[in-house]
């Protein structure tokens, strides 16, 4: 089972950035799917961005287009999220997973096979 670590999560003000990474414990990612998920409290799991490990293509959803950026780094087994312009309405916890195949439902969490332990974001207006 593929194990992932997140790290990179704080508390920044309105208009600040962050990098999350996320850390797998194995060199399994060929054609697997990559994402990233937040859920805020009292609101349900939210589809962020994923990426496609072999091919780098990449989704995202609306809210976040031209601020964040999901990327990977075959050599060190690591997915990123950048997140630039970042508003108050960010702030959740940021979970990233993966998936052995299906890009078509890349935004659903409930098809993803393997997940990390979440890190807080917390935007201050």
């Known amino acids: 089972q593929v194990q992932l670590a997140e790290s990179g999560g704080g508390l920044v003000q309105a208009g600040g950035s962050l990098r999350l990474s996320c850390a797998a414990s194995?060199?399994?990612?060929?054609?697997?799917?990559m994402g990233w998920f937040r859920q805020a409290p009292g609101k349900e799991r939210e589809f962020v961005a994923a990426?496609?490990?072999?091919?780098?293509?990449?989704t995202y959803t609306d809210s976040v287009k031209g601020r964040f950026t999901i990327s990977r780094d075959n050599a060190k087994n690591t997915l990123y999220l950048q997140m630039n312009s970042l508003k108050p309405d960010d702030t959740a916890v940021y979970s990233c997973?993966?998936?052995?195949?299906?890009?078509?439902?890349?935004?659903?969490?409930?098809?993803?096979?393997?997940w990390g332990q979440g890190t807080q974001v917390t935007v201050s207006s």
């Open positions: 997973a993966g998936k052995r195949t299906g890009w078509s439902t890349s935004y659903d969490p409930v098809e993803y096979d393997y």
């Open positions: 194995e060199r399994t990612f060929s054609n697997h799917v």
């Open positions: 990426i496609s490990w072999t091919l780098g293509i990449t």
